[in-house]
């Protein structure tokens, strides 16, 4: 079985995906940090800093995206990435990464490259969580359940400040706020693959929900599908 899950960034997918995966007993697929990677290769890494924006728009761009030494493999149900040798986790995670692989997300080369990446991931079967921006629309619209995953800005900034806290990082309400409009502007207003809800996808606004109600929403959903679903930890 293939969930997918879409939706604005802090609207709550990552930890609920995680939680939703382990619960069922499914792997996890994050398809931000295949981005976040992307990005992080193109504009961090010394042998390619030199890339320009012309050489990803160039019809060669897939070519050079397939030579970069980057890896994608599932390990014990969840996503490893690795540059040569390095495990990259920590360094996608930055302010800078974060701005560069939306930024970077609108080109069709590099949208093609992880796609074909995200379906060999899936083909290795059996049960994947799949999260993302285009997982129900384009990766893989056959998904048996899909679900767009919404929250009201005030409260999905509010997160992510928690967030930042928790990483000892202090940014003001209204900076996260303006920071997160300007992500979901330029993901769902991209030409290639926007975010949006496709038309059979659930929709489930976790406002004023915790994140314990909303997977359990969403394993009763998967539970009501396939009645043989274990029920896990
Ligand atoms: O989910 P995230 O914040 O880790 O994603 C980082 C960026 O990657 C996001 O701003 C848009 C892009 N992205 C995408 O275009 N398509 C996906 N399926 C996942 C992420």
């Known amino acids: 079985m293939i969930i ?22 499914f792997a996890y697929l994050d398809t931000g940090a295949m981005y976040r990677a992307v990005a992080w290769a193109l504009e961090t890494a010394p042998s390619h800093r030199s890339l320009s924006q012309t050489d ?25 990435i690795f540059w040569a040798q390095k495990s990259l986790s920590e360094e996608l995670r930055g302010p800078q990464v974060t701005e560069a692989a939306s930024r970077l997300s609108r ?54 400040c928690e967030e930042y806290r928790a990483k000892g990082v202090e940014l003001p309400l209204e900076k996260v706020e303006e920071m997160l409009a300007q992500r979901d502007h330029a993901d769902s207003m991209r030409d290639h693959s926007p975010m949006r809800r496709a038309e059979n996808a659930f929709l489930l606004d976790t406002s004023g929900l915790c994140v314990e109600e909303v997977v359990e929403r969403l394993a009763q959903k998967a539970r009501n599908l396939s009645p043989a679903l274990s029920d896990g930890p």
Request: hydrophobic residues 40%; aromatic residues 4%.
């Open 56 to 80: 990803l728009e160039d019809q060669k761009a897939g070519e050079l995206l397939e030579r970069l030494p980057l890896r994608f493999v599932i390990e014990r149900g969840r996503l490893e």
């Open 107 to 160: 080109l069709p080369a590099i949208r093609q490259f992880l796609v074909a990446r995200q379906r060999e991931l899936a083909s290795q079967g059996p049960d994947f969580v799949a999260e993302g921006r285009d997982t129900t629309t384009v990766v893989f619209p056959e998904a048996e359940l899909k679900v767009f995953l919404t929250a009201d800005l005030k409260t999905r900034a509010k997160r992510r």
């Open 4 to 25: 997918a899950i879409d939706g604005p960034a802090g609207a709550g997918k990552s930890t609920v995906c995680k939680m939703l995966a382990k619960r069922l007993g």
